[in-house]
């Protein structure tokens, strides 16, 4: 898998904060000029074009960088199980582990400008577009300092500033909203593109179809970025789609297969998807990927899936395992070193969730806020109208 | 006028070619005439929507326009007639017959700070799409704490047409009135259409517009303020269309022109009503309602919606909850029959109020037979 490596003098504290992630502590130096070539674990498989070359080139900070963030996201998700089961976080609660890899790659091809919308499972991309461990912890616990002031939960997480928008709770419903995110996009002539996230399970929905053809019709620079997780809730894909080739189910409309456990194959995915939606309109990149919690905090995940399959895609395919091996495969750091990085994620999880504790909730007042963004000062009312009544801002 | 409106202008099955009964129901009456004293001029609903969304594409570029028909075709009801050229395809969007995919991506382009416009050929296929005007529009700001709002419109004709059957004449007012996060406009006449429709396009949120078939080609007196390219009117109040102290009867779209009629009819019977219009189902203009019922003492309610958990019952709870103690008599509500919408003349005409239903339910709220 390595190819090829040009520099070994990479161990030199950092000493600016500088960084394309989202963490400002780095300890370790990257020579930006050292490049490493490698190749993508497997090749790409194309539908209606030529898929890009597997091979990659990267940075030790890149590696580092993918390595730190992943295992952040990591540790949030396995944090957020705990305070689900501590009865903290309510309701509904889609956790990413397993998939970190399709969020990291991306965000590595894209700019903040570009848009990306999903449906549930969210905290990650969330988190991958510049959000805090403290927003998303607040606003699972229905804390004021949530990213969505707790209004939204687990499902509902948006950050306009970096076009996110959103956390979605109705399956396929994000796949037209995206679209129109494109076609707002080529609107107003903007370099900018799209991605559109939905499951395996939404793969299905007739919507995903109808914004496809306009898509299609429009040139819109749409990316439909398929994380075929392989199972739609406790459904399998098979069970569920009569074509689970989901790269090559928008006919007319090109895809790729994508390892969606190795971010290297989707950060190149991305690049090349990229460029082909601004000069010839949508694409769809099915990312190969694995969920390893069950669909939602109710389902142990194990009723329709082999407990043998979980662990043999941990050990075979994970994707931080896969950064870990070529971190070491080319000394840019220690097994101790990488050890410290997930130990420093932990220590920032439990910061943040501590703060987020700390984070009160939302004043009684704030049921009647943001109803509408101008509410011309119209009476509303609580469940019983003489005990509770608003002007709406 | 009469020559547009009997042209097939209808698509998908939506031809509409009797009119000629409505039309004389609905000329404007003498009421509403003296509400425009200073009026010069008349104007169709037609073109008083054509108009208002000439002048808010011209002011904001990023007002468009979407939907089936909307652009080479003219629009199926002409209201988008002109645009097209004007604009170009880039702002006045032909559709596939895609009602889920064309409204979800109107809001992602609402989402990203566009105004779109977008037609439904009548909102009975908006069904096709409620989930994104509900799940994806009116929930939003709330949902991300007041991060993303979503300034659509969602616009077309609602309720019955003429015979064309139950699956096109439907009026969707209190299933999208009873939405929070929503805000619903009921146009009747072409000072509204222009005023709520231009007021629905400024809006940051969420609106949905609800125009009538029927009303399309009437004609009713515009001022020179009404005619002015700044002309808006207030979202969430109604119009007092007449003014009455004997009883209060409240309406909306076409059942407005029906309410001034019979209120003419009972004047001849010594009964003085006054009219209002509701303009808004949601915000509902509650107090002017109240205020209203407070003087008359008495209530009928007027809708071609269904009546159970209808646009009256909500009116009728506000009044017994707000203004018990100044009711003389039982409200009376008015609306659509229990029924599917039958095809045929005679039951159509049964499943839907009609002037003389109004009449005798306010002579009864008056406690005058016949």
Known sequence: ?393 | MLGIIKQKVGARGLTAPVFGDYMQKLSPVASAMRDFSSATKKMTVRDALNSALDEEMAADSNVFVMGEEVGEYQGAYKITKGLLDKYGPDRVVDTPITEAGFTGIGVGAAYHGLKPVIEFMTFNFSMQAIDHIINSAAKSNYMSGGKINVPIVFRGPNGAAAGVGAQHSQCYGAWYGAIPGLKVLVPYSSEDARGLLKAAIRDPDPVVFLENEILYGDSFPVSQEVLDPNFCLPIGKAKIERQGKDVTITAYSKMVGFALKAAEILEKDGINAEVINLRSIRPLDRDTINDSVRKTNRLVTVEEGFRQHGVGAEICASVVEDSFNYLDAPVERIAGADVPTPYTANLERLAFPQIEDIVRATKRACYRSG
């Open chain 1, 1 to 393: 898998m390595a190819l090829a490596r040009r520099s070994s003098n990479l161990l030199k504290p950092l000493s600016t904060a500088s960084s394309s992630s989202f963490l400002n502590r780095r300890p370790f130096s990257t020579d930006d000029s050292t490049t490493i070539t490698i190749e993508t674990s497997v090749p790409f498989t194309g539908h209606n074009c030529e898929p890009p070359s597997r091979s990659i080139d990267t940075t030790p900070k890149e590696l580092m960088t993918f390595f730190t963030d992943m295992a952040l996201m990591r540790r949030m998700e396995i944090a957020a199980d705990s305070l689900y089961k501590s009865k903290l976080i309510r309701g509904f609660c889609h956790l990413y582990d397993g998939q970190e890899a399709v969020s990291i790659g991306m965000e590595a091809a894209i700019t903040k400008k570009d848009c990306i919308i999903t449906a549930y499972r969210d905290h990650c991309i969330f988190l991958g577009r510049g959000g805090t461990l403290l927003e998303s912890f607040a606003e699972l616990m229905g804390r004021q300092a949530g990213c969505s002031r707790g209004k939204g939960g687990s499902m509902h997480f948006y950050k306009k500033d970096a076009c996110f928008f959103g956390g979605h709770g109705i399956v396929g419903a994000q796949v037209p909203l995206g679209c129109g995110l494109a076609f707002a996009q080529k609107y107003r002539k903007e370099d900018h593109v799209t991605f559109t996230m939905y499951g395996d399970g939404a793969a299905n929905q007739g919507q995903l179809f109808e914004a496809l053809n306009m898509a299609a019709l429009w040139d819109l620079p749409a990316i439909l970025v398929c994380e075929n997780n392989h199972y739609g809730m406790g459904t399998a894909e098979w069970r569920a789609a009569k074509s689970p080739a989901y790269y090559k189910r928008g006919d007319y409309v090109p895809g790729l297969k994508v390892d969606g456990m190795d971010a290297f194959a989707v950060k190149q995915a991305c690049k090349f998807a990229k460029e082909h939606a601004l000069k010839n309109g949508p694409i769809i990149l099915e990312m190969d990927t694995y969920r390893y919690h069950g669909h939602s905090m109710s389902d142990p995940g194990s009723t329709y899936r082999t407990r043998d399959e979980i662990s043999g895609v941990r050990q075979e395919r994970d994707p931080i395992e896969r950064i870990r091996k070529l971190i070491l495969a080319h000394d840019i750091a220690t097994e101790k070193e990488l050890k410290d990085i997930e130990k420093l994620a932990r220590k920032e999880v439990d910061e943040a969730i501590a703060k987020a504790k700390e984070s009160p909730m939302p004043d009684d007042s704030e049921l009647f806020t943001n109803v509408y963004r101008k509410g011309y000062g119209v009476e509303s009312f609580g469940a019983d109208r003489k005990e509770v009544r608003a002007t709406l801002p």
